[in-house]
């Protein structure tokens, strides 16, 4: 059996389990991401977008990448390697690269 990771929501009134390993794990410094669980992309429709921190143990994963670093705070260090970008990517095979390829 595959190691299960778990988290919740940020009231804790949703419990979740994710059972298989990411398809890849990065960053996002969205202002709207902090307050959802979960995202389904419109360019990616079989993709589902689950928000990190979400998780119990966050560190779980290292990031291979960096989203939406132009709304970043201005207290965060973003680190120069890894995949990054200002905005939502266009395309999300690099980042799925990224992540095999670690």
Do not use: N
């Amino acid at each position: 059996m595959s190691e299960t990771y778990e988290g919740s929501s940020s009231c804790g009134a949703i419990r979740y389990q994710l059972v298989a390993q990411p398809i890849t794990f990065y960053a996002c410094h969205c202002t709207g991401c902090a307050t959802r669980l979960f995202g389904e992309p419109a360019r990616d429709p079989d993709l589902f977008v689950l928000r990190p921190g979400t998780l119990d143990d966050p560190g779980t994963f290292d990031p291979i990448g960096y989203i939406w670093t132009g709304s970043a705070r201005p207290w965060v260090s973003i680190p120069d390697s890894g995949v990054r970008c200002e905005g939502q990517p266009d395309d999300s095979r690099p980042w799925l690269r990224a992540w095999r390829d670690r």
